[in-house]
């Protein structure tokens, strides 16, 4: 490699492991951790705070700080923004490729650890072990009875990485697979004994609904109202994926109804909006809600994986080469004549 001189890239998420840190300096790059405040995200930081910190970055690792066409305007040294993750709604990608620049995403870093969470959320709502801990811390060791995962029908909506990867796990229980997918694929379906289904029969067939769909316009509020009316009184309700996908205010109503046994949420509509707040405060309160903050991807295996995958299209782009096809979700270099 001919020399050069460092080029900065700014990490803006916590737990940044030893190896991707290694990584980006044994490939010239000074990184800089952005120094958060305890149980501050980098989604907290406004656009001033943002510019204080990225002042002659080429790169930048975010987590879910809002990428904007005014913050980037304001960077014109900034090359790629990489998320440490696979949702990039906080991404303006139009902007992205207007000023020649490159955002990825960490795709396959995760996937483990969502698919895990999604199914420790099935069990401990079956088996209401947050209900009866809180029970118990109280004083009342009476026995609630719980409903097994063994030999029960799970509904996977959105069928990629993540949905084959609960698919592979729930199967460990002997349970019936159902998916509901916009372009199923009947090879996997017929090798693996998933069952494709339109919407409406996944949810009145399945016992356990668990979400791992994008959330697009098609897809915002796909569980609503009447899709609920729809679901057993006995089911429960998971969602790892975004918060979007669900109307938490239909999801209250129908817990305090009955029409629904339960949900395993990590994930809430007051993530992007604060006027959705009390909702979910009442959700948390619920005895049949299992609840996380967005956690679902922290592992310290995933995190690993995903910060190395970081890394390495953060370096691929400052070397001047192309990151994995998968991970690019804009890369504006063809549209654009740099200076230098």
């Not at 980098?42 to 690792?61: C, F, K, N, R, T």
Request: aromatic share 4%.
């Amino acid at each position: 490699m001919s020399e050069q001189s460092p080029r900065k890239v700014l990490v803006t998420q916590r737990f940044f492991d030893a190896e991707s840190l290694a990584y980006l300096q044994g490939n010239g790059c000074e990184v800089h951790m952005a120094d958060l405040a305890d149980g501050q995200g980098d989604g907290d930081l406004d656009e001033s705070q943002l510019l204080a910190l990225l002042a002659g970055a080429d790169a930048w690792i975010v987590g879910h700080a809002w990428v904007t066409a005014a913050l980037l305007e304001q960077l014109p040294r900034l090359k790629v923004v990489a998320r440490r993750g696979v949702g990039h709604e906080r991404v303006d990608v139009e902007a992205v490729l207007a000023s020649g620049k490159v955002v990825t995403i960490a795709v396959g870093g995760n996937d483990a650890s969502v698919a895990d969470h999604a199914l420790a959320m099935m069990l401990a709502l079956g088996r209401r072990l947050g209900e009866s801990k809180a029970r118990m811390a109280n004083g009342d060791w009476a026995i609630s009875l719980g409903r097994e995962l063994y030999g029960k029908t799970v509904g996977i909506i959105g069928l990629g990485r993540i949905g084959r990867g609960v698919a592979r796990r729930v199967a460990g229980f002997d349970a019936r697979v159902l998916a509901y997918t916009t372009c199923p694929d009947w090879q996997y379906g017929l090798e693996s004994g998933v069952r494709h289904v339109d919407l409406g029969t996944l949810l009145s067939e399945s016992d356990y609904v668990t979400l791992h769909a994008p959330l697009l316009e098609d897809t915002r509020f796909l569980i609503d109202v009447a899709a609920l009316g729809r679901m057993k009184p006995t089911a429960f309700l998971i969602n790892t994926a975004r918060g979007g996908l669900v109307d938490d205010h239909a999801l209250l109503a129908a817990l305090l109804d009955g029409g629904i046994a339960g949900a395993g949420l990590d994930v809430f509509l007051s993530e992007t909006d604060p006027h959705h707040r009390a909702t979910t405060e009442a959700l948390l309160a619920l005895p049949n809600v299992v609840a996380t903050p967005h956690s679902g991807a922290s592992t310290h295996e995933g995190l690993q994986r995903t910060n190395l995958i970081a890394a390495q299209c953060v370096v691929a782009v400052l070397n001047g080469d192309t990151p994995p096809a998968a991970c690019v979700i804009a890369d504006g270099r063809g549209n654009f004549s740099s200076e230098e």
